[in-house]
C-alpha cells in the first residue's frame, strides 16, 4: 500500500499525492486496522507489527511556498468594481476573511445578528448555529483598517436594509432573481462550495491570482503577527482566531516565503550599528516567546 500510494495519480493528474496525503492516508490505515484487531477476534491473524509497518519511505519533495495575500492585495481587492450582488457579496466577505481571520465554514453559517461592525466584532458562536472547528467559540475582533471597513459596512448595510437578523451575513440570494431572498433561513452543505466558487470567478475577473478563503486568514494572522510589539500582542492575534496554543499560531502561520526571507536577511547588514535600545521589536519578541516556550514546558 505504501508503495502504491507513492505511485498513484488520481484524475489523470500528472503529479504524485503529496507526502502530507501519503502520510495521512496510512495513518488512517494503522489507525482502522488496529481498531478491527481490538474490536473483532476473528481477524486476530492481523500482526500489531504489521499494522506499525504501514509507513511509506522518505519522499523528497521541493519545500512548498507558503504564498499569502499581501495587505496591498486585500486593499485592491477592496477598491475593485463590484456590479452585482454576488460580487459584491464576495468582495465584502474577502475583505471580512483578512479583518477577523473567520473560516470559511463558520463565515458562510454567520448569522446577521453575529456582527457588530459598530464594535468591529463577530460572534461565530455555535450557540447561534455557525460551524465553528471542534465547536469553539469567542467574540472576534476586525482589524481597524478604515478602507477596508467600509467595504465591509457597505454591505452589511445593504443586507440588513432587507434580510432579518437571522439570516446570513453571506446573503442567500433567490436562484430566480439572483436578489436577496429574506425567506431563507437555512443553507445547505454546499455553502462552503458556493462561496470558493464565487471567489475564483472575482479573483478571476478583476485580474488576480486564485487564493483560497483559508490563505486570507493566514493573511489576518500574518498582519498581526507583523505589527505585534509585545507577547501580550502576540498573544492576543493567536487567541482572536481562536488557536488553541501560540504553538499553532507559530509553527504554522508565522512562516515566512522565500522572498520574504532573503529581504529580511539581505537587510541584516544594515542594522548591525544600530543601539541595544532601538533593536528591532520582532527580534524582542522572538526572545520572549523562547522565554515563554522554556517556562510552560
Sequence with gaps: MPEYLIAIRLGGNKQSLSSMFIRKTLEAGRKFFTWVLDNYPEYRTIK???IQALK??????????????SFDDVVRIASAPAETLVERRIRASIVFWF????????????????????????MPFPSMGVRTKNKKYATTTLYDIPELLEVVRD??????????????????????????????KEIGEHREAIARKNLQAYLSKIGMPYNSPHKFRHAHIHYG????????DYKAVSMNVMH??????????????????????????????????????????????????????
Excluded: C, H
Design 48 to 50: 500489531r507489527n504489521w
Design 56 to 69: 511509506s519511505r522518505r519522499i523528497e519533495e521541493l519545500p512548498k511556498q507558503n504564498k499569502i495575500p
Design 99 to 122: 479583518l477577523s481571520g473567520i473560516r470559511v465554514g463558520a463565515f458562510v453559517s454567520l448569522p446577521i445578528k453575529g456582527v457588530d461592525l459598530d464594535k468591529r466584532t463577530g
Design 155 to 184: 454591505w452589511d448595510k445593504e443586507i440588513r436594509s432587507v434580510l432579518p437578523s437571522n439570516s446570513f451575513w453571506f446573503a442567500p440570494l433567490s436562484p430566480d432573481t439572483q436578489e436577496l431572498d429574506p425567506k431563507r
Design 225 to 232: 503577527l507583523e505589527r505585534s510589539k509585545t507577547m501580550a
Design 244 to 297: 488553541a496554543s501560540m504553538d499553532t499560531t507559530d509553527e504554522v502561520y508565522s512562516r515566512l516565503d522565500n522572498e520574504e526571507i532573503k529581504a529580511r536577511i539581505q537587510n541584516m547588514d544594515k542594522q548591525i550599528d544600530r543601539k541595544e535600545e532601538s533593536m528591532d521589536q520582532e527580534f524582542l519578541l522572538f526572545q520572549q516567546f523562547l522565554k515563554w516556550r522554556k517556562l510552560v514546558k
